[in-house]
């Protein structure tokens, strides 16, 4: 059976802000845009003057207005922390975020593996072992 491929959406962003949908010729909003990516939809948004791929830029306004629209917001706090740490954007606090998680975890797997091979006494015995050639 041969796989098909999904074709690539793409929607333009006008310069009066209105997004395009090329495939269904017809606009869409932010929150349709959305709605296709959560149903597993491949898209790209392009600057029609420019003709720039403008996806992440479009993707981070559509997460900054669902949060506006959100029930609860973001502490204080956690906006401070998200400015003050990596290069003072979101990706960036999350790439620090998960490089500092992962250096940890490697850290925490070694130390186990250490305490691990010394408590269970790793390579005692084997002068014990009987010989195969015997």
Excluded: C, W
């Amino acid at each position: 059976m041969k796989e098909t491929m999904k074709e690539m959406k793409i929607i333009k962003r006008y310069q009066n802000r209105k997004l395009y949908d090329t495939h269904e010729s017809s606009y869409v909003t932010l929150d349709e845009i959305a709605k296709m990516i959560k149903a597993g939809e491949d898209l790209r948004v392009i600057d029609n003057k420019t003709k720039n791929d403008i996806t992440a830029s479009t993707l981070t306004q559509l997460l900054y207005e669902s949060e506006k629209k959100a029930k609860t917001q973001p502490s204080v706090e956690l906006l401070k922390e998200i400015i003050r740490h990596g290069d003072g954007s979101f990706s960036g606090y999350i790439q620090a975020k998960v490089s500092t998680e992962l250096a940890r975890f490697d850290q925490d797997i070694s130390a186990s593996n250490s305490s691990a091979a010394a408590g269970i006494g790793l390579g005692a015995g084997i002068e014990r072992a009987p010989s195969l050639n015997q």
